[in-house]
């Protein structure tokens, strides 16, 4: 909660530190909880509140849920995080963000793949705004394999987003 940014990114990459010190009840009962409300925060107000330098608070935030979440038993709870910031308008950040996710779904099972991730990917890929939809691009590809009955809707959604008329989402296809 500093106001300088670099105390900030350097707080967010001690993060496995936290984890490891104060033990999974209490990661999961309050340090989860406080990253998904502060982010919540942050991005409500993002355009108001947030100086641009705040980008890099964001994305060593993406980058370290991609990292520690091998230490929360639910590989899933830093999904919601991360739909969030994959959605951002600054293109860092995003790209982060998808990389995070697929680090993450790497380590998912069939199930949680089709239960939870597809659903997210398709959820960006429908976004209103071109940003979700440039991220869902990446994240086709990892959870495709393992997606079952949610290959059919994958591909279609897919191939919207190749003719798409946002140059940007179609060059995220190819």
Not at 38 to 58: A, P, W
Not at 104 to 112: G, H, M, P, R, T
Request: charged fraction near 25%.
């Amino acid at each position: 909660q500093n106001e300088e940014i670099h105390i900030k990114v350097n707080a967010i990459h001690r993060l496995r530190t936290v984890i490891l010190s104060i033990g999974l009840d209490e990661t999961i009962a309050t340090l989860i909880p406080y990253i998904d409300g502060k982010l919540i925060l942050l991005l409500i107000d993002f355009n108001e509140l947030i100086k641009s330098e705040d980008d890099e608070v964001l994305f060593a935030v993406a980058e370290e849920l991609g990292k520690v979440f091998p230490l929360i038993p639910d590989k899933t709870v830093f999904l919601p995080s991360l739909e969030t910031l994959a959605k951002q308008d600054e293109t860092v950040v995003r790209e982060q963000a998808a990389k995070s996710l697929t680090t993450i779904s790497e380590n998912l099972s069939d199930a949680e793949i089709q239960n939870v991730f597809a659903p997210l990917v398709i959820k960006l890929a429908q976004g209103e705004w071109f940003t979700g939809r440039v991220s869902s691009c990446q994240l086709f590809f990892p959870c495709y394999s393992k997606s079952g009955p949610q290959k059919e809707k994958l591909r279609k959604k897919f191939i919207e987003l190749c003719n798409e008329d946002t140059p940007m989402i179609r060059r995220a296809c190819a």
